[in-house]
């Protein structure tokens, strides 16, 4: 009952959110002179600047890097989709590269000694498996883009940003760890139905 009443509004956000996405970028993406790998490449370089300044302890800076980091991240989709130019890899590309800048955010705060190392380590895991879970289930179905229906990274990222800026990072890492939870285990509910 908690989970189908959670599953629809993290349904609500994701479909307000693409739409909200579209409105904004729709024009900037139009206009961008960069190629959406350059812009997922620039993502994860601010995403590695984000996660020095959570070892260096400033929050805040961490925080505005990391909101920069992914609005190129949704900027990237738009161009490629506004330009016509999107490919396999560029696809590929943007997918590992979120997992880059999750890993070494997390990965921060777990060094920083933010958060509890068990509390952090096991989000850590939970969202690392989501993910594979999702790249197994497409390669051994032979469907593409099983995942992104499921991915609560735009949710994820928000409340990342938010622990960040506010510095209320052990309740962030907790609902993370919901998130991923939440994520894990529809991904593993569709891969069953698919693969059985």
Same mark, same amino acid.
């Given at each position: 009952?908690?989970?189908? %009443?959670?599953?629809?509004?993290?349904?609500?956000?994701?479909?307000?959110?693409? @739409?909200?996405?579209?409105?904004? !970028?729709?024009?900037?993406?139009?206009?961008?002179?960069?190629?959406?790998?350059?812009?997922?490449?620039?993502?994860?370089?601010?995403?590695?600047? =984000?996660?020095?300044?959570?070892? /260096? &302890?400033?929050?805040?800076?961490?925080?505005?890097?990391?909101?920069?980091?992914?609005?190129?991240?949704?900027?990237?989709?738009?161009?490629?989709?506004? @330009?016509?130019?999107? %490919?396999?890899?560029? =696809?590929?590309?943007? @997918?590992?590269?979120?997992?880059?800048?999750?890993?070494? $955010?997390?990965?921060?705060?777990? #060094?920083?000694?933010?958060?509890? !190392?068990?509390? &952090?380590?096991?989000? #850590?895991?939970?969202?690392? #498996?989501?993910?594979?879970?999702?790249?197994?289930?497409?390669? /051994?179905?032979?469907? @593409?883009?099983?995942? /992104?229906?499921?991915?609560?990274?735009?949710?994820?990222?928000?409340?990342?940003?938010?622990?960040?800026?506010? &510095?209320? $990072?052990?309740?962030?890492?907790?609902?993370?760890?919901?998130?991923?939870?939440?994520? $894990?285990?529809?991904?593993?509910?569709?891969?069953?139905?698919? $693969? =059985?």
């Amino acid at each position: 009952m908690v989970w189908n %009443s959670l599953s629809g509004g993290i349904m609500q956000y994701l479909e307000v959110k693409r @739409k909200v996405e579209k409105k904004l !970028l729709q024009k900037p993406a139009e206009a961008c002179p960069f190629s959406p790998n350059t812009l997922t490449f620039f993502s994860v370089l601010l995403g590695f600047v =984000s996660g020095y300044f959570i070892l /260096e &302890g400033m929050l805040v800076y961490s925080a505005l890097f990391f909101l920069t980091a992914v609005l190129l991240d949704a900027l990237d989709g738009q161009v490629a989709r506004a @330009k016509r130019i999107s %490919s396999k890899f560029g =696809s590929f590309f943007d @997918k590992v590269a979120d997992r880059i800048v999750d890993m070494t $955010l997390l990965s921060s705060i777990l #060094l920083s000694g933010l958060v509890p !190392l068990p509390a &952090g380590l096991f989000t #850590l895991c939970v969202i690392v #498996l989501a993910s594979y879970s999702s790249a197994v289930a497409e390669a /051994e179905s032979r469907k @593409k883009h099983l995942g /992104e229906g499921m991915s609560l990274r735009p949710l994820r990222s928000a409340i990342l940003f938010l622990g960040l800026l506010s &510095g209320q $990072l052990e309740p962030a890492v907790f609902l993370l760890l919901i998130t991923g939870l939440y994520s $894990l285990e529809k991904r593993l509910l569709v891969s069953f139905q698919l $693969l =059985s």
